[in-house]
């Protein structure tokens, strides 16, 4: 993986027929600021960081770095994509690597898939199984909100 910081930054935004991928922008503050003080988004990331010291600290425009996208859905930010290199920090076996990392809103229901790279390694390689993944995660209804797409 090349490094980020020689890319030119930011990408065009990258769009699906739902989603919007795009540099963050001021007006994502709020959300983002939801985002970093949320308890149930990182409940298994070290906890949330205050709300009070987050409105204090974060910049006009929050988590602007090569890397970062927001995910946006209808024009609001549900969500941030982070691609950089993982740190010996947490995961000695993957510094260096590439890190595909997420958080969404709490309510956003999430799918994520993945697909092996299985034509370029060895037939019978153990370091990818050779199949897709799904993960799938649905918030309970809130009241006020409509149900999830299914």
């Known amino acids: 993986m090349e490094d980020l910081e020689s890319i030119a930054w930011p990408p065009e935004p990258i769009r699906t027929r739902r989603l919007v991928l795009r540099a963050p922008q001021s007006w994502d503050r709020a959300a983002f600021i939801e985002l970093l003080a949320s308890p149930e988004v990182h409940t298994y990331l ?16 929050p988590e602007q770095r090569p890397g970062s996208f927001v995910v946006d ?6 969500g941030q994509i982070l691609l950089r290199r993982a740190t010996e920090h947490r995961r000695p ?13 709490p309510g956003e229901p999430v799918v994520l898939t993945t697909q092996s790279a299985a034509r370029r390694l060895p ?23 409509p149900p999830p797409l299914r």
């Open 46 to 61: 070290g906890g949330p960081r205050p709300r009070d010291e987050l409105e204090r600290q974060s910049p006009e425009v």
């Open 73 to 78: 859905l209808d024009g609001a930010m549900i």
């Open 93 to 105: 076996a993957a510094a260096g690597k590439a890190d595909l990392g997420y958080l969404f809103l």
């Open 123 to 145: 037939e019978g390689s153990p370091t990818w199984p050779g199949r897709s993944r799904l993960g799938c995660r649905w918030p309970a209804p809130q009241q006020g909100r």
